[in-house]
């Protein structure tokens, strides 16, 4: 152990939503060791705000899309040497990654190779019941253990000598659920008949381009149906540059906010949402916001995809249900006019939006796991390892 007697923990987290699991997953480790810990690595601005001085700014890492990732490359590796040069200087209790998998498989090969004796952890599987299958059964040979979200995701790993364990999705103790809609309408001066659309074209430079100007086309066709909608575009640090501008630009009546709990207390003022897919999706299904999934990559991105890809649905709820209660406007379908229609579908409260309400309470009972918090059950997970090290 360290010579400070505090546990040293090297966390890596690549994006927005790792570096919000990240921030849990730090507040549940001082909770248990009585602030005897101190936390190292890269992480985004959440995680700084519990203690963590990152080592290169994480919006580097937020490019999504096989094609799209190219230019990219040279940057990413300096970020991959630069950060095993930093593990092996500060000899870490342990390395935990999250989400994020292919940066976070190079860190760990990388540090494999050089037999440093540290535990290597990652959290949140990558989707190999989506597609690359075959990863789960080499993933033990680079880490020691595995933190999954979802209660379905253990078995496609253990019977490959991974250590897996479900801890429980995180969206759950989200402070989304404590969030105020009628605190936003006041803070923006929106009047109460105004209808509150969120628009969530994600987190990544390449879905903003590809995304907010549909969702801003699906937002005027909605307006010309009723002067009284209101939009409202909850962004992150990563990518709020470029949606504030391509907001300005459009002359809607919208509000485009930064800060998680505008986000979260705009969710709560929201008839309905237009969300790219992702984390996001959860937090509107655990508050019950009726929504609809739209997204599209590159044309080439979209073929290779088709090709590897091995689900009936993107969408989280719909594959925890096993059913389409969120409809899923992808590629080709995720036009405008498509977008809008199901828009006022849902905002009429007949069948889709019961079917997306009944649907959204099983979710919630499904992501829930035992008495502890998940972050807290991921610290357990991380707290043994580390004791079984010593």
Known sequence: MSTSNKLKIYLIAGEPSGDLLGSRLMRALVKKTDGNVEFYGTGGDTMEAEGLKSLFDISDLAVMGLIEVIPSIPKVLRHIKSTVADILQIKPDIVITIDSWSFSCRVHKALRKLKTGIPQLHYVAPQVWAWKKKRARTMYKYIDGLMTLLPQEPKYFTPYHLETTFVGHPVIESEVLHADGDEFRRKYNIPANKK???????????????????????????LEKDPNFYFVIPTVKTVSKQVKAIAAASGLPLQVVETQEDRYNAFRASSAAIAASGTVALELAICHIPHIIAYKVSKLTAFIAARIMKIQFVNLSNIMLGREIVPELLQQRCVSGNIAQYILELLKHGDLYQKQMDGFAKVKEILSNGEQTPSENAADVVLNMIKNKH
């Open 196 to 222: 509150i659309i969120s628009i969530l074209p994600g987190s990544r430079h390449n879905e903003v381009k590809m995304l907010m100007s549909v969702f801003l086309d699906s937002a005027k066709i909605l």
